[in-house]
């Protein structure tokens, strides 16, 4: 189940290629936050496994879309002075958060 979502994620990062043109940086966000918000929704309602997964591939589109997007916004905005870091903690962050919490979150139950 946990698999589903990296591939939500692969597709939703992949969709920014054509999608973040359309709706910019900052839309692009919101609409990937949106689509996290709705993923959940689904997650939190589902009474089966293929409800959860759709659930998860759903959160994980929304959540690939601002993975692609927040580290480049994030670099073009930021001063000069702290633009590596800043970039460096999103990207930890990323990999900590996102790749740890769902396998720590599945081997508990």
């Given at each position: 189940m946990t698999s589903v979502y990296n591939l939500g994620c692969f597709v939703g990062a992949m969709s920014t290629v054509w999608t973040g043109d359309f709706f910019g940086r900052p839309r692009q966000i919101l609409v990937g936050s949106t689509i996290i918000a709705i993923g959940a929704i689904i997650q939190t309602a589902s009474y089966s496994v293929p409800q959860m997964m759709v659930g998860r591939v759903v959160a994980g589109l929304g959540t690939g879309m601002?993975?692609?997007t927040a580290g480049v916004w994030q670099a073009e905005t930021s001063k000069m002075r702290?633009?590596?870091?800043l970039v460096i903690i999103q990207m930890v962050r990323v990999t900590l958060y996102e790749a740890n919490i769902p396998s720590t979150m599945s081997s508990l139950t």
């Open positions: 601002n993975t692609a702290s633009r590596g870091k």
